[in-house]
């Protein structure tokens, strides 16, 4: 019997992983897209400095990894990095937590579920980037229980989940 229940928690933690994968791909393609569309998110950036890395891992797994270029805005930071600022899940638990929309990222940080390196104003910033994503990705209704307020669509949403699909 004990076996059955391990199987089962492997099983769930590889589809929470999955999951998580796949939000942190949606996550840096909506920014890309945004960078380029919204001028909020593109206000925020542009006082990142060039070659400014950001990082959102999960232990053991999946990880979103952006740098930050004048000439071509954000791109994903190939091999390995030393992020100027770090974003580290305790668990894939608290990841899928975030991932799904359960708890906004004001409340994990409140909660302890994720571990910051860096400078706090660049990863404020960043937060600010990812809310405003948010509010494009999730329903209003989905969006109001995370955010504090939901932010307004400067685009179409639509063009945003293009820039998601396409990732362009």
Request: aromatic residues 10%; contains cysteine.
């Amino acid at each position: 019997m004990p076996m059955k229940k391990e199987r089962l928690y492997r099983a769930k933690l590889r589809f929470q992983r999955a999951v998580c994968s796949l939000v942190l791909t949606c996550l840096s393609r909506a920014l890309r897209g945004l960078e380029r569309c919204d001028s909020r998110v593109r206000g925020e950036m542009a006082q990142w400095p060039e070659g400014f890395c950001i990082s959102m891992e999960l232990p053991g797994g999946p990880a979103l990894r952006l740098r930050h270029t004048k000439s071509k805005g954000l791109v994903p930071a190939g091999g390995p990095v030393q992020p100027d600022v770090a974003i580290r899940f305790k668990s894939v638990q608290d990841a899928f937590y975030l991932c799904t929309g359960r708890l906004g990222v004001a409340g994990a940080y409140a909660q302890h579920r994720f571990v910051l390196r860096g400078n706090v104003s660049s990863v404020m910033g960043f937060v600010r980037c990812v809310d405003i994503a948010e509010g494009y990705l999730f329903p209003r209704f989905w969006a109001r229980r995370i955010l504090k307020e939901i932010p307004f669509h400067e685009v179409p949403a639509v063009r945003v989940y293009l820039a998601v699909l396409l990732g362009k």
